[in-house]
C-alpha cells in the first residue's frame, strides 16, 4: 500500500526567506506521481506542483521547486522568497500511476506560518 | 480560467436526512474525484469516475452513492445522516491522462456539510 509521510506537523519561516517542507513516501511501485497543494484557512484546495516518478528533472514553479530523491523516496517542497501569503496548511500527495493518474493519497500536513 | 464548480457551498442537516452535493468539473475534464476532509484531517477519496463510470472506490460507506451525468458533472448523494459525516466534502477534476504530464487534480472549493 501505498503511504505518505510529513513529520513537520507546522513550521515557522520568516518572510523573504526559503523554507523546505518535508515529505516521504512508500511505495513498491515504479510508477506514480508526487504532488503538492496549498490550503488556506479558507479551506480550497490549490495545486501547487507535480512529479513523474520518471521525470529526472526535478519540477519547479514559479517560487516552489520539488527537491525529488527518488532513492531515498523523498519529495521535499522548496519554497523560495517566502510571502505572508503562504501561510497554510500543505499537503504532499501521491497518485498510484505515473500515466493514468489516480486517486490521490495525502500525507498529514504541514502548517506553515509566515514571520514579518 | 474555468474552475470546479461545487454547490451548495454550505449545508447544515439534521441527523438521518439525506444531501446531495453537486460538481461540475472544467471542462473538458473527463474525470471526477470526490474527497472527505474531516476537522483537522488530509482529504480522504471517496470514490472516482472516468467517462461516466465508476474507476475506483475508497473508504465511502454504503450510505453514500455517487454518479457522473451525460454533461460530465456529478453528484454524491449521502442518506441516513451521522455526526461524524460532517466535514468538507471536496470534488476534483482531471484532464485525460497523456503519459504522465498534467496527471493534476483541479480541486473545487468544497461543501461544507455539517450534520447536527
Known amino acids: 500500500a501505498q503511504k505518505i509521510t510529513q513529520t513537520q506537523p507546522g513550521m515557522f519561516v520568516q518572510e523573504k526567506e526559503a523554507v523546505t517542507l518535508d515529505c516521504t513516501y512508500d511505495t513498491s511501485d515504479q510508477s506514480y506521481g508526487l504532488f503538492w497543494y496549498k490550503q488556506p484557512s479558507s479551506g480550497e484546495m490549490i495545486f501547487l506542483i507535480y512529479q513523474g516518478s520518471y521525470d529526472e528533472q526535478n519540477a519547479t514553479e514559479g517560487r516552489y521547486s520539488l527537491n525529488f530523491q527518488k532513492a531515498r523516496k523523498s519529495a521535499n517542497l522548496v519554497i523560495s522568497a517566502s510571502q505572508l501569503g503562504d501561510s497554510a496548511m500543505y499537503f504532499c500527495a501521491m497518485s498510484p500511476d505515473y500515466n493514468q493518474g489516480g486517486k490521490l493519497i495525502f500525507g498529514q500536513g504541514t502548517e506553515l506560518s509566515v514571520k514579518p | 480560467a474555468a474552475g470546479v464548480i461545487q454547490s451548495p457551498r454550505h449545508l447544515i442537516k439534521e441527523k438521518r436526512e439525506t444531501a446531495t452535493l453537486k460538481c461540475y468539473p472544467i471542462?473538458?475534464?473527463?474525470?471526477v474525484y470526490w474527497y472527505q476532509q474531516g476537522p483537522g484531517q488530509d482529504p480522504q477519496f471517496l470514490i472516482s469516475?472516468?467517462?461516466?463510470?465508476?474507476?475506483d472506490k475508497g473508504s465511502i460507506p454504503d450510505r453514500f452513492s455517487a454518479q457522473q451525468f451525460s454533461d460530465y458533472h456529478s453528484e454524491l448523494n449521502m442518506s441516513s445522516l451521522e455526526l461524524g459525516d460532517s466535514a468538507l466534502y471536496f470534488c476534483?477534476?482531471?484532464?485525460?491522462?497523456?503519459?504522465?504530464?498534467?496527471?493534476?487534480?483541479?480541486f473545487g472549493p468544497g461543501t461544507r456539510l455539517t450534520v447536527l
Open positions: 476534483a477534476s482531471s484532464p485525460r491522462p497523456s503519459g504522465g504530464a498534467g496527471n493534476e487534480q483541479f
Open positions: 471542462p473538458r475534464h473527463d474525470t
Open positions: 469516475f472516468y467517462e461516466k463510470m465508476q474507476s
